[in-house]
């Protein structure tokens, strides 16, 4: 599939006047809460319709394309393209949509045959030597799948291409489409691996088409087209070192891969637990870290370009508040009601062995990854700003350290903690990794250390009141956990009731995040 043109406009449009960045952290948001509702809807279907074996098999297949979709398309696209795309006109933006465009699914075409012919060495990297996964079926899997990497690049570049110019309704919704496609194909298709397979790629062409109207109505609709262009080249420096740490990350997904299927280490059904951890935890994530962060990017990249030091500071520190304000009771809770949190994902209890294990490694994985969502929405906000400096080098560096040294954590920790290792592990890494990112800062353009540290103080203590509060009132309540209709009520009673003492607490303090909101819902 490609971008048709829309053919060049008569004349210039008029400049759009400077939009909200409330009101485009709020589309971001809502369409990031949709994106992640609609995809637990869709692990709900996945886990439900189809047998642990045939779920963990797709799991293993669909990250070879989740590989290279972040080392060439959504991250390194987004944190790249946009701050250089911002300082050039209109004229040369259209160009440079182009031949980047055109360059990009060129890479992505040779890359896709070349996955599929390579998927049985790719297979055998992913999974361990005495495995507790289906092989085959994960090898006929990955071949079905690996179209799915040239959708989400073309994707990738129209969410680039809006988001660059603050248009963010359709971008956000996008996964939107994905998710309530995949479900469609998942409830109403045959349950077999095809199939399965099948429904993922039609959610990637659902991805795309939602974005091509909104690309043309604002006069962004590229040819691709393999020509040169002068910023070519910068996004490409620009997306080199990020691709590099993204690599990093990956490196670091495939063996805890490798580790959650051997079958020395753990049984059968932990891998699903930890897909549906990961879920549960990127919508989390998702909504209260990255959101916010997604939409003062482009501010952060004007700043930049303009050399405004001083507001490149305030945004930075007023990102950060945002944020941690955010994610700090949401760790909180999730730590103190994990097996309640991972039970919606079950519409019914653990039936069989391979359930319970998945149920129980879904909890512990999901309540260790939560330590690590404060230290994470710090280094979250800090690489975006290097990203927007077009510092990518120092960014790269702390962050390519910090991936390998996680995976010496998982090497150290996990073997004799088990699940708990996997989070102990991110939340070190995510704190060394704050450190030296500020220490980089610091030296270009200052640091706003005290604003940060005491806004940190404040937060970080009332969390965990507010995260004792809930566990107090979940132990008091007579329901276990494992089924979605009896785990409900004691989330929304002992959520709310932590969420209560947060906003009481911060309240008491006059943090000014929390008065924002209320002054907002006075309106």
Do not use: C
Request: aromatic share 8%; charged share 15%; hydrophobic share 55%.
């Amino acid at each position: 599939m490609t971008f048709e043109d829309a053919g060049p406009p008569d004349a210039p449009p008029p400049a759009s006047p400077k939009k909200s960045l409330r009101a485009n952290t709020i589309i971001v948001m809502l369409g990031t809460l949709g994106s992640r509702l609609s995809g637990i809807l869709r692990q709900m279907a996945l886990n439900n319709l189809f047998s642990v074996t045939l779920v963990e098999a797709f799991n293993t297949a669909i990250t070879i394309p989740n590989l290279l979709r972040e080392l060439l398309a959504e991250g390194a696209l987004v944190n790249s393209f946009i701050p250089v795309y911002k300082t050039l006109d209109a004229t040369e933006r259209r160009r440079l949509a182009q031949a980047f465009s055109g360059v990009l699914i060129a890479v992505n075409l040779l890359l896709m045959a070349a996955g599929i012919l390579a998927a049985p060495y790719l297979v055998d990297l992913l999974l361990a030597g005495q495995s507790n996964i289906d092989r085959e079926l994960a090898l006929f899997m990955t071949r079905m799948v690996m179209p799915f990497l040239m959708l989400i690049s073309l994707s990738a570049i129209a969410m680039g291409l809006l988001n660059a110019d603050e248009h963010f309704r359709e971008s956000s919704f996008a996964p939107v489409a994905f998710n309530i496609a995949s479900i469609a194909a998942l409830v109403l298709l045959p349950k077999q691996a095809e199939w399965l397979a099948f429904g993922w790629l039609l959610g990637g062409v659902a991805q795309l088409v939602v974005q091509l109207p909104a690309l043309n109505r604002f006069g962004l609709l590229p040819t691709p087209a393999l020509m040169g262009h002068p910023a070519v080249r910068r996004v490409l420096r620009q997306m080199a070192p990020f691709t590099l740490t993204a690599g990093a990350r990956q490196f670091l997904n495939v063996y805890v891969l490798r580790l959650l299927s051997d079958a020395r280490l753990f049984d059968s059904g932990t891998q699903a637990g930890y897909f549906n951890a990961q879920a549960l935890f990127t919508t989390v994530n998702g909504l209260f870290v990255v959101s916010p962060v997604l939409a003062v990017f482009p501010r952060f990249s004007q700043a930049a370009a303009e050399k405004d030091w001083a507001q490149f500071r305030a945004l930075t520190a007023s990102t950060i508040r945002t944020t941690t304000f955010l994610a700090a009771p949401m760790s909180a809770l999730i730590i103190a009601l994990s097996p309640y949190v991972i039970s919606i994902i079950n519409t019914h209890a653990p039936r069989t062995a391979e359930e319970t294990v998945k149920f129980l490694a879904g909890a512990g994985i999901l309540s260790s990854w939560s330590l690590a969502l404060v230290p994470w929405a710090l280094v979250t906000v800090l690489l975006r700003t290097f990203y927007a400096r077009e510092r990518t080098r120092e960014a790269v560096t702390i962050s390519a350290i910090g991936f390998v040294l996680e995976v010496g954590l998982y090497r150290l920790l996990v073997p004799p903690l088990g699940l708990i290792g996997f989070g102990l592990s991110t939340t070190i890494s995510g704190l060394l990794m704050t450190a030296a990112l500020i220490v980089l800062y610091r030296r270009a353009v200052g640091f706003p250390a005290r604003e940060v540290t005491g806004h940190l103080l404040r937060v970080v203590p009332l969390a965990a009141v507010a995260g004792g509060a809930a566990w107090l009132i979940a132990r008091a309540l007579p329901i276990q956990p494992g089924f979605i209709l009896t785990s409900i009520p004691v989330l929304a009673l002992a959520s709310s009731a932590g969420l209560a003492v947060y906003l009481g607490g911060a309240l008491a303090l006059r943090m000014p995040e929390v008065s924002a909101v209320t002054r907002r819902l006075r309106r």
